[in-house]
């Protein structure tokens, strides 16, 4: 259960701040089940196996990586806990969607074009959504998700050692 409480001592948003760093380190949240009843979510054992195995995994992952229970099941899980803000998600282009547990703060990805690795990229410019196009179409706009795409060092290396 230690892995758990470690998770949960992560950056939470702040609703209705624009233009500010909107995250706080919240250190009351450190118990799973409360954190899960903070967030509007019930507590099942699937909810807190699923935490539990978010844990000891790597930062960003897939569905079947979760693999804690059936597959249809840890989709529903990884919905729930996005909809209540504790999992980000992003869908980087061919592949399947990846969660992260990193939420509430302004951060970008890096993506290994042969590996697949990503790693996380904070944002230089600033709070969200760092990036303004010239032409919104009407839309508030409060968030821009940038994936970027190379290779990372073991597979440049490797590309450069091969014939």
């Not at 118990?31 to 960003?60: F, Y």
Request: net charge negative.
């Amino acid at each position: 259960m230690v892995r758990i409480v470690e998770l949960f001592k992560f950056a939470v948003p702040l609703s209705g701040m624009s233009g500010v760093d909107a995250t706080e380190t919240n250190p009351t949240e450190t118990n799973p089940t409360e954190t899960l009843r903070s967030h509007g979510l019930r507590v099942t054992a699937a909810r807190l196996a699923v935490l539990d195995t978010l844990g000891e995994l790597p930062p960003h992952v897939t569905v079947e990586q979760v693999g804690a229970l059936s597959t249809q099941a840890v989709y529903d899980i990884m919905r729930a806990l996005h909809g209540a803000g504790l999992v980000r998600r992003i869908e980087p282009a061919g592949s399947p969607a990846l969660f992260e547990t990193r939420v509430g703060d302004n951060h970008h990805h890096l993506r290994c074009r042969e590996c697949g690795r990503t790693v996380d990229l904070d944002c230089s410019l600033g709070a969200a959504p760092c990036l303004t196009p010239e032409v919104s179409g009407g839309f508030e706009i409060d968030e821009a998700e940038v994936i970027f795409w190379g290779r990372c060092p073991e597979c440049a290396a490797a590309r450069m050692e091969s014939p």
